[in-house]
């Protein structure tokens, strides 16, 4: 993720339609502590900019002329010091979103989604979470891995990475792929706030997943959770 630096979070709006980074801007811009730094209207022009302009959250359109969401992802969270990425979508685009998040995004947000979810989106991501607990990007993430042909094959390294999670981390692991937080996950297993965010912790660095999002994405693939369950 980028450095931290004094003043608002630096907010980057990359979609093709003028009139929805208007929408956004004028969101974002309304509270004290976000700030839009960048717009751009397709992937290609947004690393140009992000290039010289720094910031600390993208939303991402997906589909857009010259370079989609999911190319510009890619380069974007390859990159040192990235910023985090929170993919813009609609149900349609179910297989694009599922990619960008293997490519490295830290979440997905409904085009559609109330105003204050999205601001909750950008300050959540650039805590370092991911978005995954509204109940309308829980319902996402179950539709999407329903395009998953099968789990991964017992050879893939993800199972062994599974192998290595203790019952209790398998446990939270499970009920983050269900879109819980750590406050509800704490209410869920009768234990402390904190401790539940040294399980993640753990879990995450057993899965060398980058957040929460990645780790979900491996509880689904390797067949740990199944999509409704």
Do not use: C, W
Not at 70 to 82: F, G, I, Y
Not at 105 to 116: M, N, Q, T, V
Not at 216 to 221: K, W
């Amino acid at each position: 993720m980028s450095e931290t630096h004094p003043g608002p979070v630096r907010v980057a709006l990359v979609d093709d339609q003028q009139l929805v980074r208007a929408g956004f801007r004028m969101v974002i811009d309304s509270q004290p502590d976000l700030t839009v730094a960048v717009e751009a209207s397709d992937g290609a022009q947004a690393l140009r900019l992000l290039a010289d302009h720094p910031v600390d959250v993208v939303l991402m359109d997906v589909r857009m002329p010259t370079m989609d969401g999911l190319t510009a992802t890619s380069h974007l969270t390859a990159a040192p010091d990235a910023p985090r990425v929170v993919v813009l979508t609609t149900f349609d685009l179910d297989e694009y979103v599922l990619e960008a998040i293997r490519a490295g995004a830290s979440g997905f947000l409904l085009k559609d989604a109330p105003p204050e979810e999205m601001l909750a989106a950008v300050r959540t991501v650039h805590r370092g979470d991911a978005v995954i607990a509204p109940s309308s990007t829980r319902r996402l993430l179950e539709h999407l891995v329903t395009a998953l042909p099968t789990s991964a094959p017992a050879t893939d390294p993800r199972h062994t990475a599974l192998t290595g999670l203790t019952d209790r981390e398998r446990e939270v692991l499970v009920l983050m792929a269900r879109g819980l937080s750590n406050g509800e996950i704490a209410g869920e297993l009768f234990v402390a706030e904190a401790t539940v965010k040294t399980h993640v912790g753990r879990v995450l660095a057993k899965l060398d997943a980058r957040d929460r999002v990645q780790a979900v994405v491996v509880a689904y693939e390797t067949g740990l959770v199944r999509p409704g369950g």
